[in-house]
């Protein structure tokens, strides 16, 4: 998951890819997949899943098991089923 900080260089990143390339550019590694592989170790290989990492998408961490709500209103964690007061 990509905080703030992360997720505003992989934004720049991923606006930067919509420019038309040539095809010299195209065949050069996605910067933005180098700069995510270089953050978390894994080799993603689609650009549009990289921006739906981000760690404001998601609620707080569940009060049991840790695992974040899967948005900031909900009131059931889907993970324990822990129902949140």
Do not use: W
């Not at 095809?23 to 270089?38: F, M, S």
């Amino acid at each position: 998951m990509l905080d703030e900080n992360e997720y505003k260089i992989a934004h720049k990143l991923y606006s930067e890819r919509i420019k038309i390339l040539t095809p010299a550019e195209k065949a050069q590694p996605d910067p933005l997949l180098v700069y995510y592989k270089n953050l978390t170790g894994f080799d993603e290989t689609n650009p549009n899943a990289i921006m739906h990492h981000r760690i404001a998408l998601f609620g707080p961490p569940c009060e049991n098991c840790g695992k974040p709500y899967r948005t900031s209103l909900s009131k059931f964690c889907a993970a324990c089923g822990h129902t949140r007061q």
